[in-house]
Nanobody, 118 residues
Framework: VQLVESGGGSVPAGESLTLSCVAS?????VAWFRQFPGKEREWVAH????????VYADSVKGRFTLSQDKAKNTVYLLLTSLKSEDTATYYC?????????????????WGQGTQVTV
C-alpha cells in the first residue's frame, strides 16, 4: 500500500489545516504521527476505516478530528486551534492486518510526510 499525504503548510496560531492521506489499497488501520526536530515520531490519532472507530492522543483531543472518504480511500486530519507547539512533520501510516499498538513499529506503510508550521 502506498500512502500520499498532502495539506500541510504555514498558518498563524489559532488557524486550521486539513491534512489528507490517500491510500492505494485497503487498510485495517490508518494513523497520523508527527515528528518534532530531533525527536521520535509521536502518535497523534488513528482510525479503523472499516468501522470508523477513532482514537486520539490526549494532547490533540478536542482540537484534531479524523474523518474519511471511503470511496476515495482517503483519511483526513482536521487540525484546529493550532499552536506553535503543533509545528512538526506529520506522517500518515497504515497497516493492512489486525494489530494493536500506536508505536511507529506497529505500522507497516508510511507516507512521505507533510510539514505543518504554526
Amino acid at each position: 500500500v502506498q500512502l500520499v499525504e498532502s495539506g500541510g503548510g504555514s498558518v498563524p496560531a489559532g488557524e486550521s489545516l486539513t491534512l489528507s492521506c490517500v491510500a492505494s489499497g485497503s487498510t485495517y488501520k490508518v494513523a497520523w504521527f508527527r515528528q518534532f526536530p530531533g525527536k521520535e515520531r509521536e502518535w497523534v490519532a488513528h482510525i479503523f476505516p472499516g468501522r470508523g472507530a477513532k482514537v486520539y492522543a490526549d494532547s490533540v483531543k478536542g482540537r484534531f478530528t479524523l474523518s474519511q472518504d471511503k470511496a476515495k480511500n482517503t483519511v483526513y486530519l482536521l487540525l484546529t486551534s493550532l499552536k506553535s507547539e503543533d509545528t512538526a512533520t506529520y506522517y500518515c501510516a497504515a497497516r493492512t492486518e489486525y494489530g494493536l499498538g500506536t508505536r511507529p513499529q506497529d505500522f507497516t506503510f508510511w507516507g512521505q510526510g507533510t510539514q505543518v508550521t504554526v
